[in-house]
């Protein structure tokens, strides 16, 4: 299986979560949101490929992290590949899950398949587009009010706290 990511696997990041955290950027976003930070990833046939297999490998490399943060573009588009890997780094790294979204956490649920694989295989969502006019720089991990940061029950994607 391969992925398509925008940018280079990062480690130690910490403004994606609690803890120093992977980072995960994926190519591809749909929703075009007005004030996106990052219209490169929008084109889901540019960035890169890379095989999952040496994602992991990549990520085995990286000491000392609390867990791995997908970010975008948007990680839903390629679900099935952010789940495995997402499930490698919690079964084989012991870290937790975190994923941005902008889509919300019900039109992920409400989509199903492997979207909501993905959603049931984190810790955390951080969901929602990016609302220029609700934007606001004080808040944690995320860019605007309308966004949330949701503490799921891994393996059923219940809503455990909203942050
Ligand atoms: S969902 Fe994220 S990557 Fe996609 S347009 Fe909105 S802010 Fe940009």
Redesign the pocket.
């Known amino acids: 299986m391969q992925i398509r990511l925008s940018g280079p696997l990062e480690h130690d990041s910490i403004v994606n979560g609690y803890g120093l955290r992977a980072v995960l950027w994926t190519q591809g976003?749909?929703?075009?949101?007005k004030?996106?930070?990052?219209?490169e990833?929008?084109d889901p046939e540019g960035g890169f490929l890379v095989d999952v297999e040496d994602v992991k490998e990549e990520l085995r490399k990286f000491k000392g992290q609390a867990g791995i943060t997908f970010?975008?573009?948007?990680p839903s588009v390629q679900a099935e590949a952010c789940k495995e890997i997402a499930d490698f780094c919690r079964n084989e790294l012991g870290w937790n899950v975190w994923s941005?979204?902008?889509?919300t956490y019900e039109q992920l649920k409400e989509r199903g398949g492997a979207a909501w694989e993905f959603v049931k295989s984190l810790d955390a969502l951080i969901d929602g587009?990016?609302v220029l006019e609700e934007r606001d720089l004080t808040l944690k991990f995320r860019?605007s009010r309308n966004q949330r940061l949701l503490h799921l029950e891994h393996g059923t994607g219940k809503i455990l706290s909203i942050e």
């Open positions: 976003c749909y929703i075009h949101c004030g996106c930070q990052n219209p990833t929008w970010c975008g573009g948007e941005f979204s902008g889509y587009p990016f860019g």
